[in-house]
């Protein structure tokens, strides 16, 4: 031990003890709780043929349940890309009274379950509810239909670009745009050529990151969506239908298609915080 | 900068570091100052803090407020009585419990993973990880899906469980691994990069002094994670108490039997018994509201903390 602490070399030393111990424990329970559990569904897909695989991800219900999940996460990340660059924007650069109870409050849809979430949104979007009584004059119908599930999906992702932007903007370094403003760029243009391309690689990580969220959402959406099947029935919840109808082959095969979508989107969310590590480095340097 | 053993090159890089690390600890939010060169001017200012405002007025402020006033709009008696309710006690008691097995489980879990992958290095390391992650991003309707392809009637264990009079699906048990799986990576996620950015140097030390393995994790380890391991913790406990999809799929909704308190807010509020099922899920929302204040209390800990080790550890990690 003291010869392998008196060169502190670059190869691999495993000074420290219970390598083994804590790896097998590692392995072990990732095994039983999460691999095992998980390749239950691969398993059962493969009970169907392909033609009965491809009927049930594509029949005319599913589509529509697709389009509206995915089409309403994408907007729900977009409003939160906007209005979550603004919320960062505020909290880094300026000072206002209950900032700091704000900041703590926007992990609240990360805290609060999301039973509670959907029955609270419901009752405030319905037509006699504090904001859809307002609302409702205008002919905007929020709950109950596919709006409903725009509401509740910007709810859901709402902390995810907010808390990637957030340390990027603390980061920044406030001297390039003292140098941007003294070389007579106005600060439209330095939000826009300084700022703005630092922050980005965060709002697509954000952005990617709350998507991934909405796409899987269950608990907050059904209140509010009215599930209506064609309109407003998202594609978690068809699962759910057809397991109540004891139909295990045809949920386990759009949940194959929820999987492999969410491993891209994965994949996408590691690509792009390699990316934005890596254009912070080249920054500071 | 206790362990820094590398002499000549480390008086190099630490002027060259210093500069690096200053803003790090620098107090968070505000900068020292704020020349008026890079500031907006007043009224672009005063109009984005009211765009901020008036988006979590309507998404966080409102619906939380909401809770709270639906459940107690017909006064503190329907209220108390709604809690203790015996359907609504026994959800109670069963979230309780089901969170009391879930969040050790996955914290002596968590410990073991950060170990494995913070002080050690081996191949597949970044596989590791990224399995670890994986029940984030399952959804939470999915998660509950292959407890009953598992152990439903139909599942691959369900006639060997019936043949035996095991009940896990619609049952407590159920409930348990559904919700071990959907809080599966909270230690471990806020454990890792805590640890990691606090290197081994510590642990090595106290070793050469002649402590045991053991020894060493409970007395030099464990006080140093001990606010991250909390944060962890009331992650975890957050979410085990609050799921709602993956428990939905696997619990059979029996009333006063495999009910947990987001499960009772369903029922309650598909009864149209409103009061009844707010009242039930302001419980769940002060979980939430205790569970921020204490996270906010650990970042600023933690945030010291991991200052004063980033310091120390990019002193003795520079690349060359």
């Known amino acids: ?285 | 900068m206790a362990g820094s053993g590398k002499s000549d090159m480390s008086a190099v890089i630490s002027t060259v570091a210093a500069v690096d690390v200053t803003p790090v600890s620098a107090p968070r939010g505000e900068p020292a100052y704020a020349p008026a060169a890079t500031l907006e001017p007043l009224w672009v200012r005063a109009l984005l803090i009211l765009i901020a405002f008036a988006f979590l007025m309507l998404f966080l402020f409102v619906p939380l407020i909401a809770v709270f006033y639906e459940g107690l709009r017909k006064g503190w008696d329907v209220y108390i009585s709604a809690i203790v309710e015996p359907d609504a006690w026994s959800a109670i008691k069963l979230t309780l419990l089901t969170a009391l097995i879930a969040v050790p489980l996955n914290l002596v879990f968590g410990v073991a993973a950060a170990w494995t992958i913070a002080k050690f290095e081996f191949r597949g390391k970044n596989v590791l990880l990224t399995l670890i992650d994986l029940p984030f991003s399952v959804s939470p309707v999915i998660s509950g899906l292959i407890y009953v392809l598992l152990f439903g009637l139909q599942g691959y264990f369900g006639p060997w469980l019936r043949a035996h009079d095991i009940k896990i699906l619609f049952a407590v048990p159920g409930i348990v691994l559904a919700t071990v799986f959907v809080t599966f990576p909270f230690v471990a996620r806020e454990l890792i990069p805590l640890m990691q950015s606090q290197g081994s140097e510590e642990e090595e030390a106290a070793l050469v002094l002649g402590a045991s393995g053991w020894r060493t994790f409970w007395h030099v380890t464990l006080p140093n994670i001990k606010w991250g391991l909390l944060y962890g913790v009331i992650l975890c406990n957050a979410r085990a108490m609050g799921e709602f999809g993956a428990v939905s799929v696997v619990s059979g909704h029996i009333r006063g039997e495999t009910n947990t308190i987001p499960l009772q807010v369903e029922i309650l509020y598909n009864e149209f018994n409103i009061v009844g099922a707010f009242a039930v899920a302001s419980l769940l929302a002060s979980l939430a509201l205790v569970t921020l204040a204490i996270k906010s209390f650990i970042e600023w800990r933690l945030h010291h903390q991991l200052t004063v080790h980033q310091a120390v550890y990019e002193l003795n990690h520079q690349p060359h």
């Open chain 1, 1 to 285: 031990m003291t010869v392998s602490l008196a060169i502190p070399s670059k190869a691999p030393q495993r000074v420290l003890p219970g390598f083994r111990l804590s790896l097998g424990f590692t392995l072990f329970y990732l095994t039983l709780i999460v691999l095992i559990p998980l390749s239950a569904i691969f398993l059962k897909t493969f009970t169907l043929t392909w033609a009965g695989f491809v009927d049930a991800v594509t029949s005319p219900r599913v589509m529509a349940s697709y389009r509206l999940t995915f089409g309403a996460s994408l907007l729900a990340a977009l409003v939160n890309v906007v209005f979550g660059g603004i919320v960062a924007w505020v909290l880094v650069r300026y000072k206002f009274p209950g900032k700091r109870i704000i900041d703590a409050l926007v992990d609240l849809p990360f805290a609060l379950p999301t039973a509670v979430a959907g029955i609270a949104l419901t009752t405030l979007y319905s037509a006699n509810g504090w904001i859809g009584r307002y609302l409702e004059p205008l002919g905007i119908k929020v709950a109950f239909t596919p709006l409903g599930v725009l509401v509740a999906l910007t709810f859901i992702g709402l902390p995810f670009v907010v808390r990637t932007v957030q340390p990027v903007l603390e980061d920044t370094e406030r001297e390039l745009e003292e140098a941007a403003a003294s070389l007579g760029a106005s600060r439209l243009q330095t939000f826009a050529r300084v700022i703005f391309p630092t922050v980005f690689p965060a709002l697509l990580t954000g952005f990617a990151l709350a998507f991934a969220r909405a796409t899987g959402e269950y608990g907050s959406v059904v209140f509010i969506a009215g599930n209506m099947p064609m309109v407003s029935e998202i594609t978690p919840l068809f699962i759910v239908t057809k397991l109540e109808q004891y139909d295990y082959a045809g949920a386990t095969a759009i949940a194959v298609v929820m999987l492999v979508v969410s491993f891209l989107l994965l994949l996408t969310i590691n690509l792009l915080q390699a990316w934005s590590r890596q254009r912070g480095r080249v920054g500071k340097v």
